[in-house]
């Protein structure tokens, strides 16, 4: 999909709309994403303006992906951690569009988040998929490594337990001096 236009998303009222119908598709599909089936469109934009307005504050970066003037996929890169922890960043709620997948829209919001994270001075990135259906192969093509299991973490949207399989993946700063240690 050459297409597609990668961009930071902004709050406003016709964003959470899109994002909302992007959240109730993906649940519906079944992607574990935190909500359970049916999702009402009404919490799912409440999600996303709560989600938005961390943003403002600079608490998390919200990427969409358009083809034209469709919202294709999303991706949120959570930002606010202890200070203890101000060297990494989380991946959460990567989302494609039904229609849309397999055509690289992942792909792109994933390298989109890293070069921000990197923009940012994380150094690390962390997340995690469900077991079952997740997004495993993609994250591990792009240079993730798995960490473990959680046996039962999660209800699967339409129900029954899912696992989750926890990544991570040094970026930036730390992929320089892993690269100069090595010499």
Do not use: C
């Not at 960043?89 to 994933?110: F, H, P, S």
């Amino acid at each position: 999909m050459t297409s597609t236009e990668i961009n930071i998303l902004r709050q406003d009222a016709e964003t959470e709309k899109l994002l909302a119908a992007l959240l109730v598709e993906t649940v519906a599909a079944g992607g574990s994403v935190s909500f359970m089936h049916p999702l009402a469109q009404d919490a799912a934009e409440a999600f996303w303006r709560k989600s938005l307005a961390a943003a403002t504050l600079g608490e998390r970066v919200v990427l969409g992906a358009w083809d034209g003037d469709v919202l294709a996929g999303t991706v949120t890169l959570l930002l606010d951690f202890p200070p203890n922890q101000p060297h990494r960043a989380e991946i959460a709620k990567l989302m494609t569009r039904v229609d849309r997948r397999g055509q690289g829209v992942a792909t792109r919001l994933m390298r989109a988040a890293e070069d921000i994270a990197v923009e940012r001075g994380r150094t690390l990135l962390v997340l995690d998929t469900a077991s079952e259906e997740g997004a495993s192969g993609l994250y591990e093509k792009l240079g993730f490594t798995l960490t473990g299991e959680i046996p039962d973490f999660a209800l699967k949207p339409h129900g029954g337990l899912t696992g989750t399989l926890i990544y991570w993946k040094r970026t930036g700063a730390s992929l320089q001096s892993a690269d100069s240690g090595k010499a």
